[in-house]
């Protein structure tokens, strides 16, 4: 076969040129990465969490370095929705991806009114709901490991708006299926996941945690097995497209989540190693369809034989 794969996909209405996205938090608002990333080549572009009000974050070590993987305890520092839209937002819409916002708060009232401000917004194609915040009426428990607490805050940003409406779900649970179902129920178009594992290290000679917020997030290869299994147990039972979250730092990890069941990927962790990750990703996949006379990338999705 001679003429080239079809790489386009489907997520929840949006039509993508390719299936790999950036994931949250680890492209910045883009622009970071603009003279190392050709980045009209992304299938589409995945914000830093934005919340209401700027946010500082976590005070340091926020960062630690595990096998295979790496710790964060950021805590969502962001310039703040009205920032990135008066600011950040000029120039990412020149960029000819779909540039999705991803959102959290700590209230269900501060997703309704940051789906709110979003919606007024022509140039942000969908929203992200990132539903692993500690819910603070709720003690702290996170929204995304209680099925009513999920379906109520994406039941509420769904009101506000008729954009994509993305939601990630968080791995820190026993049955991820069961927060799936509760998102999708509450109008979710899509579902991401995962996002990262709630892990610790520890420095022995000081015997304190290497964190300073004591447990952070873990991501990178070591969560890459977990992601996959989550993710074809979520498509397996979801009505709407999954997409595939953790440890892809290559086509053939890629591939493997199509495989599963994900109709895209998003690339976090690899472009901190690896700052071309997104687009050798996408060669790759072009490369191995190619290889193996494919036409389109659909055509793998979901293919796992058992
Ligand atoms: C430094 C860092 C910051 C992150 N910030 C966010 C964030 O703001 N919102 C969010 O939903 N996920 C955030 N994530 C989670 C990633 O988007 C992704 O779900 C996770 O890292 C797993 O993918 P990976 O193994 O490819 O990194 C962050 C991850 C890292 C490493």
Known sequence: MS????????IGGLQLQNPVLTASGTFGYAREYEHLVDLNRLGAIIVKGLSL?????????????????????????????????TEKLLFLQTLTPPIIVNIYGKLEDEYTRLAARIEEVEAIAGIEVNISCPNVKAGGMAFGVDPQAAFSVVRAVRNQTGKLLIVKLSPNVTDITQIARAAEDAGADCLSLINTLTA??????????????????????????????????????????????????????????????????QVGTANFVNPHATTDIIDGIERFLLEKNISSVRELIGTLEV
Do not use: Y
Not at 58 to 74: F, K, Q, S
Not at 225 to 245: C, D, E, F, H, S
């Open 200 to 265: 610790m290290a520890i420095d022995i000679e000081t015997r304190r945690p290497r964190l300073a917020n004591i447990t952070g997030g873990l991501s990178g290869p070591a969560i890459k097995p977990v992601a996959l299994r989550m993710v074809w147990q979520v498509a397996r039972v979801a009505k709407v497209p999954v997409i595939g979250i953790g440890g892809i730092m290559s086509a053939e990890d890629a591939l493997e989540f199509f495989i599963a069941g994900a109709s895209a990927v």
């Open 53 to 85: 009000a700027p946010t500082g974050g976590n005070p340091p070590p926020r960062i630690a370095e595990t096998p295979c993987g790496m710790l964060n305890a950021i805590g969502l520092e962001n310039v703040g929705i009205e920032t990135f839209v």
């Open 3 to 10: 003429t080239k794969p079809d790489l386009k996909v489907d």
